[in-house]
């Protein structure tokens, strides 16, 4: 059990091209839930913003 932050880098169509588990403020340290919180992060999928950045940074907090 634990929350697992994932820091993602989302392109302008509002798809997630990178997530890497384990960022600041994750509060486990378990593989299997760096690799289910990675996999979850990749699927999701953000409103489209072709007037904006190429790419945005951020994150997404999974608690399990």
Not at 32 to 48: N, S
């Amino acid at each position: 059990r634990g929350t697992v932050v994932v820091d993602i880098v989302i392109n302008q169509n509002g798809n997630v091209v990178s997530a890497k588990p384990g960022g600041i403020g994750s509060t486990t340290t378990s593989e299997y839930l760096y690799t289910k919180a990675q996999f979850a992060a990749k699927g999701a999928r953000f409103t489209p913003d072709y007037k904006g950045p190429v790419r945005t940074e951020g994150f997404i907090e999974i608690a399990y």
